[in-house]
Nanobody, 124 residues
Framework: QVQLVESGGGLAQAGGSLRLSCAAS????????IGWFRQAPGREREFVAG????????YYADSVKGRFPISRDNAKNTVYLQMNSLKPEDTAVYYC?????????????????WGQGTQVTVSS
């Protein structure tokens, strides 16, 4: 049974940092393209960052480029999203998701497995 569990969310001040983790079981992170998405209240879920399983190429939304590096630890079967220089507009529930696509997809419909989400709140 596939299970993805996000952690690391919480409250941070603008300019601060958080590191989100996505621990996987039932799947191996090196065999899937992994994406991070977020959903703010009243808004659509949006793509944040992703890493390809085959090439390890990374892809980022313009809004987080240069601030939110994505990485994975195959030995721990865990994916990370390091969130730096946080802004109040980064406040959202963050989700990790796994896709079998080689190229990182940005649409949520192309991801097969999802975690339950972790709340990130950034105060100004």
């Amino acid at each position: 049974q596939v299970q993805l569990v996000e952690s690391g969310g919480g409250l941070a001040q603008a300019g601060g940092s958080l590191r989100l983790s996505c621990a996987a079981s039932g799947v191996t992170v090196r065999s899937y393209t992994i994406g991070w998405f977020r959903q703010a209240p009243g808004r659509e879920r949006e793509f944040v960052a992703g890493i390809s399983w085959s090439t390890s190429n990374t892809y980022y939304a313009d809004s987080v480029k240069g601030r939110f590096p994505i990485s994975r630890d195959n030995a721990k079967n865990t994916v990370y999203l390091q969130m730096n220089s946080l802004k109040p507009e980064d406040t959202a529930v963050y989700y990790c998701a796994f896709s079998r696509r080689v190229v990182v997809p940005t649409h949520q419909s192309l991801y097969a497995y999802w975690g339950q989400g972790t709340q990130v709140t950034v105060s100004s």
